[in-house]
């Protein structure tokens, strides 16, 4: 099904009419080296933060497409005016991945278009729920929490020393944003929260003992005035503790990949450089913005 979006951007330049459509098997099986590119270039030198293991998509391969499709994924695509491909994204069984948009056309909405499209097609069925992985490191969970999309499963990653979360939403509902849209119920054990502070230049964690972590967080916000949060892990200490680095985030492995530089500690969440978030406004009913 084809759907027509009209993106509002803040110039001219950055306006674009998209036509976002399933593709059939025989089309997308005859544009897998146009996929397999988009897919390509999407991931390289995509991350926020430097020094993390090369993404998946990053090599992906016209091959790996077909055998994805021979699989039953099915491809959404993303064209612009002139027809040309911007953005597509894979399902099975519902499940949303390899969400792929150009460099050039990077925050246009196409992501969003890409999500939408699937959403409305996964309620017109009668799908109940809508979900995609995504890889705490590379800070992606908190652009899908902007869309409405919660946490409902926390897991290692097998082949890489990541940590990824699978998140979903009902594609009927609406998009209700979150800074930070866990439950328990779908947390890694842990008996102790660390938080990844920027005080001015200087890089700050700060570890409590502790299930909740939005309650750790609330507790860690009188405590430290005026600091931003960068990130949160779960571990197994359970005392206080405190560290400071003066150096960048991606200087520190701690905070680049906690489970590589401590087998007990794991990536829960990561905002993206600039994109950091004030320590006092963080609850489980902040929403994104």
Not at 37 to 59: I, K
Not at 165 to 183: A, I, K
């Amino acid at each position: 099904m084809s759907r027509t979006w009209q993106h509002q951007g803040p110039s001219t330049a950055r306006r674009a009419a998209l036509s976002v459509r399933r593709l059939p098997p025989g089309a997308a099986a005859a544009r897998v080296g146009e996929l397999a590119a988009l897919t390509r270039a999407a991931y390289q030198g995509s991350d926020p933060l430097p020094g993390l293991p090369v993404p998946d998509g990053a090599q992906e391969t016209p091959a790996a497409v077909m055998a994805a499709l021979r699989g039953g994924a099915t491809v959404w695509a993303a064209l612009d005016s002139g027809g040309a491909l911007v953005g597509s994204a894979r399902m099975v069984d519902w499940e949303i991945s390899r969400v792929a948009v150009h460099p050039g056309a990077r925050g246009t909405g196409v992501a969003r278009a890409l999500l939408t499209a699937i959403e409305r097609d996964a309620a017109a069925a009668g799908v109940p729920e809508v979900r995609l992985n995504a890889v705490i490191e590379r800070c992606l969970p908190p652009r899908y929490a902007r869309l409405g999309y919660h946490v409902v499963r926390h897991w290692p990653s097998p082949d890489k020393p990541l940590t990824e979360v699978t998140m979903g939403r009902r594609p009927d509902s609406p998009r209700v944003g979150r800074l930070l849209p866990w439950s328990a119920a779908a947390l890694l054990p842990h008996r102790g929260v660390r938080a990844w502070l920027l005080d001015g230049s200087d890089l700050l964690c700060v570890t409590a003992p502790g299930a909740d972590p939005a309650r750790v967080l609330a507790e860690m916000a009188a405590r430290y005035p005026g600091t931003l949060l960068a990130g949160v892990d779960v571990c197994d200490d359970s005392e206080l503790a405190f560290q400071r680095w003066p150096a960048a985030r991606a200087a520190v492995l701690a905070h680049l990949m906690p489970r590589a530089a401590t087998a007990t500690a794991v990536a829960l969440w990561r905002f993206a450089p600039g994109h950091e978030v004030s320590l006092a406004t963080v609850t489980t009913g902040v929403s994104a913005t």
